[in-house]
């Protein structure tokens, strides 16, 4: 179940992202901005239970959100990725997937897994700017999954068609959402156009 968050903002963003000339403060700076703007899609379909509120004047109805916020950045580039959402989601609590892209097979090599104890309660939204192979984002929602996680979605800024394929055949059901949809993966497993190494333009490690 493939959403594509279509704004005109947010298509003014990622054709900055994708110019190489974009410094790493300029990257971070960008990439916090579309993940706030791709917050409202993302979280649109979120559960809600009534409440009642005492304004000064009367009582009226009120809503909250039904299930506590976990947001799951799976490392380096998730984290890039976080902020945007948690300024958002300040309650929201973060859990930590270390999972690093062997770049000879291009399988996930997990190295990390720290994750709140409400997992299984929470409303899991797993963040990775980049779904290439959709291996990574395969083996997080996984991992999740095995530590108890039942309402997850997940979302990037840029996916590639394989990857897409790769995570609705491996969970039909999960929702993802991505800022772009782009054309096709090179030999080396990177995304056409894309934007090259998300974790080495975020941290300055290029
Ligand atoms: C990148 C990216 C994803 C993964 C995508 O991370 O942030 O996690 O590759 O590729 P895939 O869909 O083919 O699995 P990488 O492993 O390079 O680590 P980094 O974030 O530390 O740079
Ligand atoms: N990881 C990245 O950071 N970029 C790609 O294009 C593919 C995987």
New binding site residues.
């Given amino acids: 179940m493939l959403q594509v968050c279509d704004h005109p903002l947010i298509h003014e963003e990622i054709g900055r992202l994708r110019d190489r000339a974009c410094p790493s403060a300029e990257f971070r700076q960008r990439i916090r901005r579309v993940a706030s703007l791709m917050l409202p899609q993302v979280t649109a379909n979120l559960p809600t239970r009534p409440t009642s509120v005492e304004t000064p004047l009367e009582v009226t109805a009120g809503a909250r959100l039904q299930r506590p916020i976990v947001l799951a950045p799976?490392?380096?580039?998730?984290i890039g990725f976080l902020d945007g959402f948690a300024d958002l989601l300040p309650e929201a609590s973060v859990g930590h997937i270390g999972?690093?892209?062997n770049e000879e097979t291009?399988q996930?090599e997990p190295y990390y897994f720290k994750v709140p104890p409400n997992l299984a309660e929470a409303e899991v939204i797993v963040l990775?700017?980049?779904?290439?192979?959709?291996?990574?984002?395969a083996e997080a929602i996984s991992a999740l999954k095995k530590a108890g996680a039942v309402h997850l979605r997940f979302a990037c800024l840029v996916a590639a068609p394989e990857?897409v394929e790769h995570l609705e055949s491996a969970f039909p059901e999960l929702p993802i959402f991505t800022a772009a949809l782009d054309r096709c993966l090179n030999e080396k497993?990177y995304i056409l156009p894309g934007l090259g190494?998300?974790?080495?333009r975020i941290f300055g490690t290029v």
Avoid at 197 to 200: I, L
């Fill in positions: 799976i490392l380096r580039a998730g999972l690093a892209r291009l996930p990775d700017p980049m779904l290439a192979t959709g291996g990574s984002a990857g497993g190494d998300a974790g080495d």
